[in-house]
């Protein structure tokens, strides 16, 4: 795991320059493309914003977009249900006739919620036609004003209506005295219609300009005319709504409308719209008006709203505005770059003036609801309506039949229009919208994407990471951005970050592939053979590659070679196809017990393991890894005797090691055409000999005077001879690996202990003396071999003393 963490830490260092390079473009590239909305990548952003609010609100593993149903709304509902009963119930289709009902059955409704003591009734509709003879209308207009009922209705906009007057001081809300220039309040005079003619978009347009505009006619006579001027400067007066913009910013215009002609064919021209009218029995008895706007994106669904529009005019707030102004007791609207006042309460809005609309669940989920039927039954039975007390009361079409219905959010396909009035008007109450985040933070985010895709492909360099990191960014991103989105309610662009983050993915693949891993690869197949593939990396991200003309390395050499090979050859003279593969299978235990600690395996010559500790990657405990080497092969030996045993193959197998730890001349050797990575020197033949040596001595491993200088703190070892080297005349001691520290039993430690004092008299010509202390020492252990030799030896120098300039040493042949 530390190899690993030490090569993905190497590969960043050698890579970063290309992965800010790679970033940098990739980021500036998605940047132009969103700029442009090249190939409608605002349609894809859309997309990922739906994705991750429906992934991330109202899940129960994701608390923080719990659904938080409404304590301040309510909504009555016309939906089938109150189709149904009132079209079966005698009475109350006597009272109210068909749908569209006689407009006494809201004066019934409203005057009912505002006894049960409803704060505000918010009618999500239009009034711009007269229903039927007008008496329900007038009735309507004189129960709001009998009762003084806070009503707040919306008015909708059409090219065919006629440009209402400029209000010199628009006011919140003006009486109608004043707007109309000292005039008395208009009476109606509208042309009545049939009692039994229906205008079924008249209250909730299916359709977001209204057809029917109650525009004069061309021929109209003075009198018409100067009615017509009251009417349109009354409407002016209780529409025009003070609003107060800041900051550089301009209001939206009210949108536009094709032009369509006598035969209502469409013309393809754009006409300005205007806003039209509301009824004269009604229009000085509501509390407040507000703009009704779908505010629809190109994909038909409602996500955004502005909070304020003009015709050049005058300025007009939306409904929910409308309504929330008098909630909090507004004289005015405040809209500038990233924020919204109304009276005392401000929000963070984006600085184009426009918000997303929290939505916060569905609108089942969101709102509580009761059909407006069964308020009607509440009335009749004198019901005190506890449940709208205190409320603001939203009465709106849920029926398909009412024109509103099937209205599209990022979290329903089809749900009632009122869900986006609803929603605003609670963000409104409760806080706040969803924002933009800065632009740069985006842009950002957008690098950073970047940056961790690059470092993905260039750092972890797997082939499932190449083709999948691009595909999961595709298909995953908005998971992240959903669920900052729902927790913060700051919206991070989606569909910039991913499509930068699958360009850079794919530059950082052509890059790897076109110019960094040829030469990586060659490498890898050169030495592959010879250490871990882990090891290999490191060597090639730490530019640590070795020297064509070799260069002086302090390394150390370790020599293997299984003690009595030729008697274990004898038995498979019959079959040496069988000899072979015993020795491959031998190969392949211990050969990964000395590549797992480091090793580069030098060759292998016969049973012979030759291996460098130390090269070509330099690391400083080399020496202690070689011993660590050497301990698992002799732990993987004995495993492998158990299971040659088993199979009745030759179990008599062990193997010597010898150990130095010298400075060496390193690199590769060999011809022009066949080169071999090794090292020469006399440390080198100087680890060959103790690997000989072990034969002398009986043991299985021993190691030179500098591996146990560096070492003798982390191992058990015991010192066993002094020797000379053939050819040298300096002798160097040499030292018997017995076990790691903390690891080698205590009886072992006391027989090390016998053997150093019986090596000291030795070394100070006590012959005799000596020869008893190593029988001490083979009292403890009979098989001891380095005690055998040097009694022998005391023995032959207690009759034949040695010259009087003796050192103690003996000669170590070839």
Known sequence: ?????????????????????????????????????????????????????????????????????????????????????????????????????????????????????????????????????????????????????????????????????????????????KVAKGLEPVKTDE????????????????????????????????????KQEEKLAANAGVYAFPVEVKGGLTLPSLPEQEEVDAVGQKTGRMLQANPVTTIDAVRDAVSG?????????????????????????????????AAAADAFGADRVIIEPGKLTIGPRSYPIDRDGAAWIDYGGKLADRFPSISLVDVLKLRDRKDKGERFKDKHVFLAGFALGTGDGGKATPLESATPGVVKQAAIFDNLLHGGFITDAPLWASVLFTFLMCFLSCALVLVVRNVFVDVGWPALIYVGFFLITGSFLVLTKVHVLSAMPSFAGTIASVLAVAWERLFASRERERIKEMFRAYMEE????????GKTLPRLDGEAMRVTALFSDIKGFSTVSEKFREDPKGLMRFLNRYLTAVTPALRHHGACIDTYIGDAVVALFGAPIHTPTHPLQACNGALEMQQVLARLRTEFAKEGLPDNIYTRIGINTDTLLVGNIGSDDLLDYTAIGDGMNLAARLEAANKNYDTLILMGQNTYEAVKKDVVAREVDTVKVAGKTIATRIYELVGLAGEVPAEKLALLEAYALALALYRNRRFTEAQKAFDKVLALDANDGPSKTLKSRCFQYALNPPPPDWDGAVALEK
């Open 534 to 541: 882990d090891l290999v990396d490191l060597m090639i991200e």
């Open 289 to 321: 008006y507000g703009l009704v706007l779908q505010e629809e994106d190109e994909d038909g669904k409602m996500r955004r709203t502005r909070f304020a529009y003009t015709d050049g005019t005058n300025t007009y707030v939306t409904f929910p505005v």
């Open 191 to 226: 042309p009545k219609k049939g009692a039994d003619e229906e205008f079924p978009s008249e209250e909730f347009p299916s359709e977001e300009f209204p057809s029917d505009d109650g525009t004069a006619d061309a021929g109209v006579d003075a009198s018409s005319a100067k």
């Open 1 to 177: 795991m530390r190899k690993a963490l030490r090569v993905i830490s190497l590969r960043f260092t050698r890579n970063w320059l290309v992965m800010v390079g790679v970033s940098l473009l990739a980021t500036l590239l998605s940047f132009v493309w969103w700029q442009f909305d090249l190939l409608e990548i605002s349609d894809d952003e859309r997309a990922a914003y739906d994705d991750g609010v429906k992934k991330f609100t109202g899940k129960p593993w994701f608390p923080w977009g719990a659904v938080k149903q409404s304590d301040d709304i309510i909504i009555v509902a016309i939906d089938d249900k109150t189709f149904k009963e009132i079209e079966e119930l005698e009475g109350l289709r006597q009272r109210y006739g068909s749908w569209p009902y006689d407009r006494v059955i809201y004066a019934d409704v409203f005057e009912y919620l505002h006894e049960a003591g409803a704060k505000q009734i918010i009618f999500d509709a239009i009034l711009d036609n007269m229903k039927g003879d007008g008496t329900g209308d007038l009735a309507l207009g004189q129960t709001l004003t009998d009762n003084a009922i806070p009503l707040y209705l919306g008015f909708n906009v059409s090219a065919t209506a006629l440009p209402l007057p400029k209000v010199e001081t628009p006011v919140n809300h003006p009486p109608l005295q």
